[in-house]
């Protein structure tokens, strides 16, 4: 099955270089004493529309051609924990695949707990930031060949991954394909009655000048998509999936899929 996420390769740029800085702001403030580390911000869905989940300014935006903006701090992506992460993880059972697995936050946090667990990833950088903090991550693109086919227990679609390839019907029938015919499939939503959106969007680096950045701030277009929890069942439905339930918490909201 073929779905390419990314239009070009060049998408990337903007999304690692966003990632590397973040790691580095990690590290430098891991090395700060307690009574010096900023305070996190408000939780996710009390952030002001210039803020990331924690609460920091977000220094990437993506913009759809049609001038919808959405704001994402890969700063939370390079955390342990992002406020809502819990239940997520509560719920995987027995080998888990994290599709998109960014640094590995997720991927990281279920071999911690000691579960088998696969994040994977088209970005180089990410994947090695994962690497870094102890997760098995995979360099590999959702819709090319992948360890485990029909045989994962748990398929995590996080942070806004349901976007991936820009159809999430098609997303949904790639994983189904991924899933053991018990397994079970979260992925994460937009909030009930915010409305879906599907096409083409372009990445910014927001805020931040990079000095590495040569004066480019804007990645090449990529086929994105974001999902409303109502909106859900249709797109599930066309990819034989059923949702079987659905959960809120931090102001994040979750569905787990089955096999219909
Ligand atoms: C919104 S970020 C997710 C961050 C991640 N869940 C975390 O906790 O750090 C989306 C991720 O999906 C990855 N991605 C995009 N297209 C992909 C594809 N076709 N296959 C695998 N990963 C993909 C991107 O490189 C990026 O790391």
Do not use: K
Not at 68 to 87: K, L, N, S, T
Not at 207 to 224: F, K, L, Q, T
């Amino acid at each position: 099955m073929t779905a390419p996420a990314l239009l070009c390769d060049c998408a990337l740029d903007v999304y690692e270089r966003a990632l590397n800085r973040a790691a580095l702001n990690r590290a430098a403030l891991s090395r700060l004493p307690l009574n010096q580390a900023p305070l996190n911000g408000p939780p996710l869905g009390q952030a002001p529309p210039s803020q990331g989940p924690l609460g920091r300014d977000a220094p990437l935006v993506l913009r759809t051609a049609d001038g919808r903006e959405r704001r994402a701090d890969p700063g939370a992506w390079c955390a342990d924990r992002v406020p809502g992460d819990d239940g997520l993880l509560d719920r995987c059972r027995g080998a888990t695949l994290d599709v998109g697995c960014g640094p590995g936050r997720l991927t990281a946090a279920l071999l911690g707990r000691g579960q088998p667990a696969l994040g994977i990833d088209v970005s180089a950088v990410a994947v090695r930031l994962a690497r870094e903090r102890g997760a098995v991550a995979l360099r590999r693109d959702v819709f090319g060949p992948l360890p485990g086919h029909g045989r994962w227990e748990t398929l995590l679609l996080a942070d806004g991954n349901l976007g991936i390839g820009g159809d999430p019907a098609t997303l949904l029938a790639r994983c189904r394909d991924l899933l053991a015919p018990h397994g079970r499939l979260h992925a994460e939503l937009d909030p009930p009655g915010s409305g879906s959106w599907s096409g083409v969007a372009t990445l910014h680096a927001g805020g931040v000048a990079d000095p590495y950045a040569g004066g480019v701030d804007r990645g090449a277009p990529m086929r994105w998509a974001w999902v409303a929890a109502d909106d859900l069942a249709p797109r599930a439905a066309r990819a034989r999936l059923a949702v079987s339930t659905t959960w809120t918490e931090a102001g994040r909201w979750f569905a787990t899929l089955v096999h219909a």
